[in-house]
Nanobody, 115 residues
Framework: QVQLVESGGGLAQPGGSLRLSCAAS????????MGWYRQAPGSQRELVAS???????NYADSVKGRFTISRDNAKNTVYLQMNRLKVEDTAVYYC?????????WGQGTQVTVSS
């Protein structure tokens, strides 16, 4: 059974930091590209950051220079370090695993940025 379990969400103040983690099980992790997406109320789900099997990173313009995605293949885990958080970063954050013919989503973790 495939599971992607996110953790690390919560409440942060503007300018603060949070680190999200997504632990994968039931897949051959090194065969998957990994990504973080987010969905704010009333908005479509959008890509935040992705990292390929080879370690190539891609970021949404809105988070460049503030967020960093990384992966630890030994732990089957992908991370999203979020610095200099803004109110507009408030959303449910989802982890996604992508391979050629299949993809899987985590259940999401809430991030709220508020003073």
């Amino acid at each position: 059974q495939v599971q992607l379990v996110e953790s690390g969400g919560g409440l942060a103040q503007p300018g603060g930091s949070l680190r999200l983690s997504c632990a994968a099980s039931g897949i051959i992790y090194t065969q998957y590209d990994m990504g973080w997406y987010r969905q704010a109320p009333g908005s479509q789900r959008e890509l935040v950051a992705s990292i390929t099997r080879g370690g190539r990173r891609n970021y949404a313009d809105s988070v460049k220079g503030r967020f960093t995605i990384s992966r630890d293949n030994a732990k089957n885990t992908v991370y999203l370090q979020m610095n200099r958080l803004k109110v507009e970063d408030t959303a449910v954050y989802y982890c996604k695993a992508d391979a050629l013919y299949r993809s899987y989503w985590g259940q999401g973790t809430q991030v709220t940025v508020s003073s």
